[in-house]
């Protein structure tokens, strides 16, 4: 598998090749406005695509930006002229979270030259890369071939398993330090906040440095050693919806961890399902 971090110096090379593709996956965070359709025309890495999370999610539930089947997936990657043989770097225009969240269902469904742009957009232009904006220019579509990786992926079923016999497997929850003790209200009305039975608190922020950069491996891994995650330790990762979870993974990755995988219906599905249980107890915060 292709290292899952590219440095924006090392990106401007690579874009030469014609094999390559950048694809701007950004998507909003709770509490952010901006329009991504509108910063992406505004400015983006010459020849990059939009990767738009919400349509490649699952249309028939409820539950934000859901994976999607793996036809549905398919045939959106096709539309987008991409094939499963291609690199592909993915980037936001600054959360980190959008493109970890990209990475990850490009892994789910296969992809194995898929990384993400240490530091986003904000990086590239740090760097001294060019900027586009306006019309894209027309893409040729391709048949996209996916491959799904089940081990990536866990469910409801699997995490209600998880709490009620656990198995060793470490679970991780990227919200922030209130949301997890039940302290602080959830973005999401009607949700309660609080955790999952044995999880662990591992803000996703705490992985990144004040310029949006992922840490170091040795501090990565040095990180997700208080949580009681070691090498060889099956993870997985939770969130609110499933975005910032995928910094996790992608964290997890970097530093040497895992097996690791993300609940994909995170907290927005957990704190909705009846009897599902719920703790909020400030002590079993590592």
């Known amino acids: 598998m292709?290292?899952?971090l590219i440095r924006a110096s090392d990106l401007h090379s690579l874009l030469k090749k014609k094999d390559v593709v950048a694809l701007d996956a950004t998507a909003l965070l709770p509490g952010e406005t901006t329009d991504p359709e509108v910063r992406f025309a505004t400015a983006r890495i010459p020849g990059a695509r939009r990767f738009d999370i919400e349509r490649f999610s699952d249309p028939d539930t409820s539950l934000p930006h859901m994976a999607p089947a793996a036809g549905r997936f398919a045939r959106l990657a096709g539309e987008l002229g991409l094939t499963r043989e291609q690199a592909i770097v993915v980037y936001d225009q600054?959360?980190?979270a959008s493109s970890c969240r990209a990475?990850?269902?490009?892994?789910l469904?296969?992809?194995?030259?898929?990384?993400?742009?240490?530091g986003g957009l904000p990086a590239w232009r740090e760097a001294g890369g060019d900027v586009e904006s306006g019309a894209t220019s027309p893409i040729t579509a391709t048949?996209?071939?996916p491959r799904l990786t089940v081990s990536y992926l866990r469910g409801l079923g699997d995490m209600l398993s998880l709490c009620a016999v656990p198995d060793g497997t470490v679970i991780l929850d990227a919200r922030s330090k209130g949301r997890f003790e039940g302290t602080a209200p959830e973005p999401r009305a009607g949700l309660s906040s609080g955790h999952m039975p044995g999880s662990r608190n591992l803000p996703f922020g705490e992985l990144l440095d004040p310029t949006r950069h992922f840490l170091s491996p040795e501090r990565l891994g040095?990180?997700?050693a208080k949580t009681g995650a070691k090498p060889g330790t099956p993870l997985v990762a939770g969130c609110g919806s499933g975005m910032t979870a995928s910094v996790l993974v992608v964290a997890a990755t970097v530093a040497g961890l895992g097996p690791v995988s993300l609940y994909d219906g995170s907290w927005a599905e957990w704190a909705a399902t009846a009897g599902a249980p719920i703790e909020t107890d400030?002590?079993?915060?590592?």
């Open 2 to 4: 292709t290292v899952p």
């Open 94 to 96: 600054g959360n980190i």
């Open 109 to 118: 469904f296969g992809h194995d030259r898929v990384q993400v742009l240490d």
């Open 282 to 286: 400030a002590e079993t915060t590592p």
């Open 222 to 224: 040095a990180r997700f």
């Open 143 to 145: 048949t996209y071939t």
């Open 103 to 107: 990475w990850w269902l490009f892994r």
